[in-house]
């Protein structure tokens, strides 16, 4: 029986912090081991890019996705969906994007073909209990589909497709945002969760800062808005803010 979800989201290459969280609440052992039974983790995207060691976040949730597969969860961002096409067509828009969104050149060299396949294999949208998990703040997923398997199914089928096309419609999908904060927000993130289910969407992508209009280093915790149907967490650890870990329940 699961007593204890937490989420966590954009940690853009800072696994000494994700392990001090995993760590704190006692979800993990010194050694990396999965401790618990009746907890779930999620975490909503953006593992590389920004930040000193992206490699060091994907090879830490894959062991313990690979330990507690019923436990650990993990969501596709739209730096992974960058990271793809960055690998498989380096010139032109891909790289060019990659370069001017924090692309590491040791994320790069290190991304093998497992670790490609692993992040294709990610799905876009998750649930848990009355919560809708997503990475970005747009309702973009509805253009892939109207059940979460139905767009993780088509997300997933373009990103393995080899097709420049369909992968850059994955990355520009997943920049979208602010289509719950802007004018209309709730009735959105009703319609939102009428089509995809919950009660409360949650999501990383846009910082906290940037929707309180204050600096990320000011950030404290995560931002319940949109009349309460749209949980924002990702703290801006990147821009001085803190890797916020938010318990669900």
Avoid: K
């Avoid at 848990?128 to 747009?138: K, N, P, R, Y």
């Avoid at 997943?174 to 802007?182: A, H, K, T």
């Avoid at 919950?198 to 009349?227: I, K, M, Q, W």
Wanted: proline share 4%; glycine share 12%.
């Amino acid at each position: 029986m699961v007593l204890r979800r937490f989420v966590v989201s954009d940690v853009h290459g800072h696994p000494a912090d994700l392990r001090a969280a995993l760590r704190g609440r006692g979800l993990i052992d010194r050694d990396d081991r999965w401790c618990v039974d009746d907890t779930e983790l999620w975490v909503l995207g953006d593992l590389l890019d920004r930040g000193p060691d992206g490699l060091g976040v994907i090879d830490l949730l894959r062991s313990l996705q690979t330990q507690a597969p019923d436990h650990v969860h993990v969501l596709l961002g739209n730096h992974e969906a960058l990271a793809i096409g960055a690998a498989r067509w380096p010139a032109g828009r891909f790289g060019r994007s990659w370069a001017v969104n924090g692309g590491r050149p040791g994320d790069r060299a290190g991304l093998d073909e497992e670790r490609l396949a692993w992040l294709a294999g990610l799905p876009a949208m998750g649930r848990a209990g009355d919560f809708l998990l997503v990475h970005s703040d747009t309702t973009a997923y509805a253009d892939w589909g109207t059940s979460a398997p139905e767009v993780n199914d088509r997300i997933r089928a373009a990103l393995t497709s080899g097709e420049e096309e369909r992968v850059w419609a994955v990355w520009s999908s997943l920049c979208g945002r602010l289509d719950f904060s802007r004018t209309g927000g709730a009735q959105r993130a009703r319609s939102f969760l009428r089509t995809f289910g919950g009660s409360c969407v949650v999501h990383g992508h846009t910082l906290v800062g940037a929707l309180r209009h204050e600096r990320s280093s000011a950030v404290t915790g995560p931002l319940l808005y949109a009349d309460d149907r749209v949980l924002a967490i990702d703290g801006g650890r990147y821009d001085d803010g803190p890797l916020l870990f938010v318990a669900l329940d």
